[in-house]
Nanobody, 115 residues
């Protein structure tokens, strides 16, 4: 089964930017729909960005216009560019890979936007 490793989390000031990366193991990356989800303290996990194998993207209203998801199939990597960060963006961010036979989440990376 595919393994996912997120990186790029950390501490950033409000209004700042951060780019997250998620690298997948194996040879089936191009067959997956990739996504990012997040879970803030005392809240449920939510999907915030999705990108299909063909490159079509969708975003949650909470991040639309500020976040951009992209993928590089040659590197087995999906990215999340986060701009104009707000304190309410503070959360653990998770990478997701799915197709007809698998649905896998990474372990997450913490993003903290200071007040």
């Amino acid at each position: 089964q595919v393994q996912l490793v997120e990186s790029g989390g950390g501490l950033v000031q409000p209004g700042g930017s951060l780019r997250l990366s998620c690298t997948a193991s194996g040879s089936m990356f191009s067959s997956y729909t990739m996504a990012w989800g997040r879970q803030a303290p005392d809240k449920q996990r939510e999907f915030i960005a999705t990108i299909t194998r063909g490159g079509d993207t969708n975003y949650a209203d909470s991040v639309k216009g500020r976040f951009t998801i992209s993928r590089d199939n040659a590197k087995n990597t999906v990215y999340l560019q986060m701009d104009t960060l707000k304190p309410e963006d503070t959360a653990v961010y998770y990478c997701n890979a799915r197709n007809y036979v698998i649905n896998r989440w990474g372990k997450g990376t913490l993003v903290t936007v200071s007040s």
